[in-house]
């Protein structure tokens, strides 16, 4: 059986490699560039930008093989009605969800801001899941779409590591998928929350998932269509 090089120990692919898809978190304007977010939020959202270059190739080597993409943005209706106060108000940000920034509304969906990077644009007939929380499948279609086609295996990636890709990993898991979290192509505002998730993840034979870099990945793909 063919398998990824990981830890803590390797991470068997799928038979039918088509049940393996690629998860993307997040990978928005308002995360990632000034005047977003998480720029209200005080963060220094140039960290999370290193990343981009080894998700292009992640994007690149599942779109040759065909597999299934996924991406995600935390994404509001415009009349706030899926998001609670709780969430709006805490922590007082410069900018609050639903304000007016320089990027429009923040975290609205439709809204210039909350445009996946253009670096990392999904293609015509690749999906996007909106989601109004920080888990992927919290009020979304996404298990329908996994199970409709049969997917049992996801390669997460994105941002931010300890918040919005944990959290969807461990829903993911819960729900029986095996889940393998890139460790070079996920990203946190702050570097030791970053280390700490791939650490809890992986602890506890894979208590929650596997870890492993894109190279480990691409490699391990290239195995079962022996490219």
Known sequence: MAAISAQPF?????????????????????FLEPGGFGDALGNDVG???????????????????????????????SDLADCPPSKRLRGNPALKIGDPGPMGRILIEGEPGN?????????????????????AFYNTNLE???????????IITGVTTEVCVQTT????????YECLLVEDATESYFPEFKQATLEMVRAQGGIVGWTATAEQVMAGLKQVKGA
């Open 144 to 154: 329908f779409l996994l199970k409709t086609h049969d997917i049992t295996h996801l």
């Open 47 to 77: 960290l999370l930008r290193a990343i981009v270059p080894t998700l292009q190739q992640l994007l690149a080597a599942f779109r040759s093989l065909e597999l299934p993409i996924f991406q995600t943005t935390e994404s509001h209706r």
């Open 115 to 135: 445009a996946i990077i253009p670096e990392l644009a999904p293609l015509p007939g690749e999906t996007v899941i909106t989601k109004p929380g920080k888990g």
């Open 169 to 176: 990993m461990r829903e993911a898991n819960d729900r029986g």
């Open 10 to 30: 390797d991470y068997p692919l799928p038979a039918t490699l088509s049940q393996a898809a690629l998860v993307i978190i997040d990978m928005q304007r308002d």
